[in-house]
């Protein structure tokens, strides 16, 4: 069970982050802190957790705030906007930074990828296993041939929504729809290019996403091939 600790003022970003951890059970609890966190209270709570997600605008004094992270060994993750983030960029002990304050599903992938850092082999039971691809849905990690892979968060969706309709030709209409949302103004490049970056993640071993000519993209079980 692993707890996170917020500090900020604004009520949009707490309100995402509490939707995103909302039902998930291997979070044991949050804690919101004051305006005033310098004090021996607030420092004696920050050591008991596992991950700190903190809003640059919330927090006067960053560097004492990492200073303290450092010496508990926690996780972090900012929430910042493009004025501070070449200041955040200092700072190597920063696991992820957001600029403003993402959806809820991507608050949760961001977490769940700290927390569960590239050379976990540990998975849920939630999860697609074809040939040597593990797509864990609980925690939101993808593997080839038991190593953990790098995706950005609309990878992953893309790659979960292909593999959970697999062998079904999907024309890119339908991914844009899916994954970035109906009201989404890019164009089918944006799916290809996309799909030509998993691709180029997971198809080590094995081929999994077939294009259809003049429909788009359909997800394969190799080992039903042969």
């Known amino acids: 069970m692993k707890k996170i600790h917020i500090i900020t003022k604004n009520e949009q970003h707490l309100k995402n982050i509490k939707q995103a951890l909302h039902g998930k059970k ?3 609890s949050i804690y919101e802190l004051s305006k005033n966190f310098f004090n021996a209270a607030n420092i004696d709570q920050l050591k008991k957790n596992d991950l700190l997600i903190f809003d640059t605008s919330s927090v006067s004094n960053i ?4 200073t303290y992270t450092e010496k508990y060994h926690l996780s972090i ?4 906007n493009l004025d ?17 304050c993402p959806s809820p599903e991507e608050i949760i992938y961001r977490i769940e990828k700290i927390i569960n850092p590239p050379n976990s082999n ?3 039971e939630n999860m697609l296993n074809i040939a040597d691809l593990i797509i864990d849905l609980e925690k939101y990690t993808v593997a080839v041939d038991n190593k953990i892979i790098d ?16 062998d079904k ?12 949302g109906y009201d989404y103004i890019g164009g089918y490049r944006t799916v290809d290019v996309h799909i030509r970056r998993i691709r180029a993640k997971i198809e080590q071993n094995y081929q999994y996403i077939q294009t259809v000519r003049n429909i788009g993209y359909r997800f394969i079980n190799p080992n039903k091939q042969k």
Request: aromatic share 14%; hydrophobic share 45%; no cysteine.
């Open 169 to 180: 030709p999907l024309t890119r209409d339908s991914l844009l729809d899916q994954v970035w």
């Open 122 to 124: 540990i998975y849920s």
């Open 63 to 66: 560097k004492q705030l990492i």
């Open 77 to 80: 993750l900012a929430i910042t």
């Open 84 to 100: 501070n983030i070449k200041e955040l960029s200092n700072y190597a002990s920063i696991n992820d930074i957001f600029i403003d």
């Open 151 to 166: 995706l950005t968060f609309k990878e992953f969706e893309l790659l979960t929504y292909l593999a959970s309709n697999i």
């Open 26 to 28: 291997n979070f044991l």
